[in-house]
């Protein structure tokens, strides 16, 4: 995947980094300031946050990447070339340094200019968005970088922090213990570490984290904006996947003070679909990192704030502004809030299923799964399109896939475009009117056994089970707060009853998408009644800032 990356990128290259016209830098130097700077000076280097952007009048900039063999070389901007990519929209730690190769004339332009740009610029938006994308996009194929994840395949932790770095666009070094690297031995020499700390995650080439949270990492990488504590923002979005991103890309976009609050990536479930073929303008599909990657850049566009690996852990809602009491212990504050925390898929009734998660047990199907498993046969679980597309996709890996649902078959809960293709793919078998009774392995998963429509119970060796059946709400956060359905799934609208609404006090009904308290609204998976689609969660999360603008104009 990474050489088909960086082959794709080659051919980019002019979009990656083009030279601007004096037209168009005559309009970025309205907003910035000029500097000169001698050869050798360093004008930004990796760790470094909120850096400015630079467009070269005269002379050259060196753009390098340091790695653990040392510099690499990423480019050399010249005359009417800009330095940046996605981190100078997100205000995250720069990965690369820019360094002056003889004595260079620039114009500076400061972050928050630059999205000022970005949003009344439509052609250097366009240049810009696009340039940013395809280098962070450049940096991850390169896989140069002072990032290391040392880890194992027999360590649920090294794929929590894979999925966790891969899916934030974190470009990493991955050493597997397992496999012999030789790199390890290196590690061992320089770092205090050993096997038993696995896995290892080593920022920046300096600081050891041994076994760190997802929070612990992101706190290393500088990967969320600062959380004002004494801030109180127009809304505050908790969940990242479709419905959020679209509700902080409209917000955001039409002038409110947008923070997003997610505990693990952009886009949610969706966020780790191999490829969605139905949603509307990609007829050739894409996949749901990329659709998630893309919604997020557009939403730090705006000027909306991200904080990542921080959960939501309870809601405030009865006093103005809410309070979100987050899993750090700190407390953010919004005039209103979108609940955008989604659904999660159901465990199977196992006692020994907590085993295996991670080492055989799954609950997404991307590039890092793929290759766990390749050449080997796999169990999908579960009917619904997310099972389909995960089906599909191992397919073209490993040995075989079987396909396993409690019902008489997929036609009632899967896309018609998806079954056809099951139904094309050879090593691809339904297993109708079956569930999995028990699994069996000493260091990892090595055996399944599961019972057909009959009763028969057999035995399969499989050491890769994908779970993706049924949908539970993240709702617990919202205990006592807001009215819920007897899943607890959160009601909204018309679906409210007169019970829910006993502490309702506005003299109107609550808007479609609204709460049983006024200006807390559900969108997405996790509002009872939504269809979990992807196209509906954008639309819902995009809907209810409308009505967020009417709620704020009553307090």
């Given at each position: 995947?990474v050489?088909t ?8 290259r ?5 030279k601007?016209?004096?037209a ?8 910035s300031?000029r500097?000169r ?7 930004f280097?990796p ?5 400015h952007?630079h467009?070269?009048v005269?002379?050259s900039l060196e ?6 063999a040392?510099e690499?070389?990423?480019t050399?901007?010249g005359?009417?070339?800009?330095t940046g ?13 820019a ?7 620039l ?21 810009f968005?696009?340039a940013?994308i395809?280098?962070r ?10 990032l ?8 649920a ?8 770095l ?5 470009p990493?070094?991955?050493?597997d213990v397992?496999g ?17 700390d696995v896995?290892i995650?080593i ?6 984290l041994?076994n760190?949270?997802n ?9 969320s904006?600062d959380?004002?504590?004494?801030k ?9 996947g479709?419905?959020?991103l ?10 409110l003070?947008?923070l997003?609050l997610?505990?693990?990536a ?6 780790t ?6 949603y ?5 599909g ?6 998630s990657?893309?919604?997020f ?5 705006f ?9 939501a852990a309870h ?6 502004p809410f ?11 919004g ?9 999660r ?7 020994e ?8 047990i799954?609950?997404?199907?991307t590039?890092i ?5 390749k050449?080997e046969?796999?169990?999908?679980v579960?009917g ?5 597309q ?5 397919s073209?890996?490993?040995k ?9 078959g997929?036609?009632?809960?899967m ?14 078998t ?5 569930e ?6 000493a260091k990892?998963?090595e055996?399944v ?12 060796d499989?050491?890769h089970?994908?779970?993706?059946t049924g949908?539970l709400p993240n ?16 009601k ?6 007169g019970?829910?609404?006993?502490s309702w ?15 807390v609204f559900?969108?997405?998976d ?8 992807v196209?509906?969660?954008?639309g819902?999360?995009s809907?209810?800032?409308?009505m967020?603008h ?6």
């Amino acid at each position: 995947m990474v050489a088909t990356l960086r082959d794709s990128l080659d051919q980019r290259r002019e979009d990656m980094f083009p030279k601007l016209t004096p037209a168009q830098v005559e309009r970025i130097e309205r907003l910035s300031t000029r500097r000169r700077i001698a050869a050798g000076e360093v004008l930004f280097q990796p760790g470094q946050r909120r850096t400015h952007m630079h467009v070269v009048v005269s002379g050259s900039l060196e753009i390098v990447r340091p790695g653990r063999a040392g510099e690499q070389a990423v480019t050399v901007h010249g005359p009417g070339e800009f330095t940046g990519e996605v981190d100078m929209l997100t205000g995250r730690q720069s990965l690369v340094l820019a360094r002056a190769l003889e004595a260079t004339e620039l114009l500076e332009l400061e972050r928050e200019k630059l999205r000022s740009l970005v949003q009344t610029d439509a052609e250097l938006s366009e240049i810009f968005m696009r340039a940013f994308i395809l280098r962070r996009l450049g940096l991850i194929a390169q896989g140069s970088t002072d990032l290391v994840l040392v880890g194992s395949q027999h360590s649920a932790g090294t794929l929590r922090l894979r999925e966790f770095l891969t899916r934030n666009g974190q470009p990493f070094h991955y050493v597997d213990v397992d496999g012999k690297d030789a790199c390890f031995q290196e590690i061992l020499d320089r770092f205090p570490v050993t096997v038993d700390d696995v896995p290892i995650v080593i920022c920046r080439g300096q600081v050891v984290l041994k076994n760190p949270t997802n929070a612990a990492v992101a706190d290393c990488l500088g990967m969320s904006d600062d959380v004002h504590i004494d801030k109180v923002y127009d809304v505050v979005i908790v969940g990242a996947g479709p419905a959020g991103l679209a509700a902080a890309v409209y917000a955001a976009s039409e002038g409110l003070c947008a923070l997003v609050l997610e505990t693990n990536a952009p886009g949610g479930q969706a966020g780790t679909s191999s490829r969605i073929e139905n949603y509307l303008g990609f007829p050739t599909g894409i996949s749901g990192e990329e659709l998630s990657g893309r919604a997020f850049t557009q939403a730090m566009k705006f000027g909306a704030s991200l904080v990542i690996a921080r959960k939501a852990a309870h809601l405030t809602c009865s006093r103005r502004p809410f309070e979100i009491m987050l899993s750090d212990g700190t407390a953010v504050h919004g005039r209103s809030v979108v609940i955008a925390s989604g659904a999660r898929y159901n465990r199977l009734p196992l006692p020994e299923l907590d085993r295996y998660d991670g080492t055989g047990i799954y609950y997404s199907a991307t590039h890092i799964e793929a290759q766990l498993c390749k050449g080997e046969e796999v169990i999908v679980v579960g009917g619904g399109n997310s099972a389909g597309q995960a089906a599909v996709y191992l397919s073209s890996t490993v040995k075989h896939v079987h396909i396993m649902v409690r019902g008489d078959g997929l036609a009632a809960s899967m896309s018609r475009y998806l079954i056809r293709r099951i139904e094309e793919t050879p090593n691809i078998t339904l297993r109708s009117r079956s569930e999995i009774v028990a699994l069996e392995g000493a260091k990892g998963l090595e055996r399944v056994r599961w019972r057909d429509g009959d009763g028969k119970v057999s035995s399969l060796d499989v050491c890769h089970v994908f779970l993706m059946t049924g949908a539970l709400p993240n709702s617990a956060w919202l205990k006592g707060c807001v009215a819920v359905d007897d899943r607890g799934f959160v009601k909204t609208g018309l679906d409210l009853t007169g019970d829910d609404l006993a502490s309702w006090n506005r003299p109107r009904a609550p808007f479609i998408l609204e709460t049983s308290v006024p200006g807390v609204f559900a969108v997405g998976d996790v509002r009872s009644g939504s269809v979990k689609r992807v196209a509906a969660g954008v639309g819902e999360g995009s809907a209810a800032v409308s009505m967020i603008h009417k709620a704020l104009a009553e307090t």
